[in-house]
């Protein structure tokens, strides 16, 4: 089962939710996707993990081939081509590596090379195969990153968490297109709860069953709660504000290896959505 686990915004505690779950789960691959700020790792501290670089293949152009047709300028939707003073310049940073540009060339005058963006870490820890997509600076667009760590899983790997980024992007789509279920992560407040109708909708786009997980609740009112019992969302837990569990998030701790009430409660978020996917396949069967 791939479970991504998806906020709103940073700072809701989807991580402190993905590396929680992936710990009590037997022979879980967590899979950091978060590839603009992937910091599931420094709670993992993976051991000598090994690293592969991810490359897309971007346009150069042969300026003595070239006869500034401008065939390549008008194909391209993204804009990445120009003409300036008669010579095509690409603008890397905005091109899709979609190929085109080299296809439609009546000259020749274009081809392709790799470029790097950015790499993969792998490393095991905690029982857990830790796998983390990093961004390199300056770079737009993490989707090629996000694609080869979500192909380096296997079909038979079971118990797949997939740390998403925040907010409903591009990256976003792309994290949770191959999961069989979405955990919202939501704060209590009228902004956590706008935040969580933004992916919640993301989810429903993409019609995956969804369970909510509640983080830093008090006594009173929670906009989060209102709405989830509104649009019939499953609370699979809440996770009561709490200093200890701060005091050891904050520095880089996984609080289920410490405490044992907060163990069994992701304990009970793992069982809750096991038991409602299987409910949603036996329904659709």
Do not use: W
């Not at 915004?9 to 992937?38: F, M, Q, R, W």
């Not at 989707?143 to 976003?172: A, T, W």
């Not at 939501?186 to 956590?192: C, L, M, Q, S, Y």
């Not at 969302?233 to 009561?240: F, N, R």
Request: charged fraction near 25%; hydrophobic fraction near 40%.
């Amino acid at each position: 089962m791939k479970i991504a686990v998806l906020s709103g915004k940073g700072g809701t505690g989807k991580t402190l939710v993905s590396v929680n779950l992936a710990s009590v789960i037997a022979n879980s691959v967590y899979l950091d996707c978060d590839v603009e700020e992937p910091n599931g790792r420094l709670f993992f501290k993976p051991e000598h993990p090994i690293e592969e670089d991810v490359n897309v293949l971007i346009p150069i152009v042969d300026q003595e081939r070239c006869d500034g047709c401008r065939a390549c300028v008008e194909f391209c939707r993204f804009n990445a081509l120009a003409i300036i003073k008669g010579k095509v310049k690409v603008y890397e940073e905005i091109c899709h590596s979609c190929g085109g540009c080299t296809l439609v060339c009546p000259q020749g005058a274009i081809r392709e090379i790799p470029k790097s963006i950015g790499r993969i870490e792998r490393g095991v820890s905690h029982g857990v195969d830790v796998r983390t997509g990093i961004l390199n600076v300056g770079n737009e667009s993490g989707v090629p990153i996000i694609k080869k760590l979500l192909e380096s899983v296997d079909d038979d790997q079971r118990n797949v968490i997939i740390d998403c980024p925040p907010g409903s992007s591009c990256v976003v789509m792309e994290s949770i297109k191959s999961a069989d279920v979405c955990v919202l992560v939501a704060e209590p407040t009228i902004f956590g709860a706008h935040n969580l109708a933004m992916v919640y909708e993301l989810a429903c786009v993409f019609e995956k069953p969804v369970f909510a997980v509640l983080n830093k609740t008090l006594a009173g009112e929670n906009p989060s709660k209102t709405f989830c019992i509104e649009k019939n969302i499953e609370i699979a837990i809440d996770i009561p504000f709490d200093e200890e569990l701060g005091r050891v998030n904050s520095n880089a701790g996984i609080i289920v290896e410490v405490d044992e009430n907060h163990r069994e409660l992701f304990m009970d978020l793992y069982d809750r959505i096991q038991k409602g996917v299987g409910h949603e396949a036996a329904t659709h069967s």
